[in-house]
């Protein structure tokens, strides 16, 4: 993490260690090994770098930074390595926020269930919203905060 909070040199760390694991991938390639098998090493060695801890930093990067990512997704489905489903970077992180949400709500136990808000309790009926929680000043960089307001409609 840089001193300023924002994620250029992870992003640039990660995106140099993806493009040599992206050369190797494109020499068994040229070894003969098939596109189905070279698709699940792109997916279990590059995707996962690229994803992994998203929820904690994808909300301090830059959208120059998700552009970089993305470009990168690119060149690799154009090498036939990725099959894009029509997701872009950011939808595989709102992907992941969402999942690592619904794990901690519905687990008391989970970490990071401590660092919820509290339940608000109403006396009286209002539209339903997808939590309970009490609304606190807005931060998009902050994860609980992000995903308490992504999912009060």
């Keep these: 993490m840089q001193s300023?909070?924002?994620?250029?040199a992870h992003v640039t760390r990660v995106l140099g260690e993806c493009a040599g694991v992206l050369y190797a991938i494109n020499t068994l390639k040229a070894h003969g090994m098939q596109v189905p098998a070279l698709q699940e090493v792109f997916r279990g060695k590059i995707l996962s770098k690229?994803?992994?801890a998203?929820?904690?930093w994808?909300?301090?990067a830059s959208s120059e930074n998700f552009k970089r990512i993305n470009s990168f997704l690119k060149r690799a489905k154009r090498m036939d390595f990725f099959r894009v489903d029509g997701l872009s970077f950011e939808n595989m992180c709102s992907d992941?926020?969402?999942t690592l949400f619904k794990?901690?709500?519905n687990n008391p136990s989970h970490v990071l269930h401590r660092l919820l808000p509290p339940i608000k309790n109403v006396p009286y009926n209002l539209r339903t919203r997808k939590h309970n929680f009490t609304l606190s000043l807005?931060?998009?960089r902050n994860f609980i905060n992000r995903m308490i307001f992504k999912n009060i409609f």
């Excluded at 300023?4 to 250029?8: A, I, R, S, V």
């Design 103 to 105: 794990n901690i709500v």
């Design 54 to 56: 998203s929820p904690a």
């Design 96 to 98: 992941a926020d969402e």
């Design 50 to 52: 690229l994803t992994y």
């Design 138 to 140: 807005k931060d998009d």
């Design 4 to 8: 300023n909070l924002l994620m250029d």
């Design 58 to 60: 994808s909300g301090l």
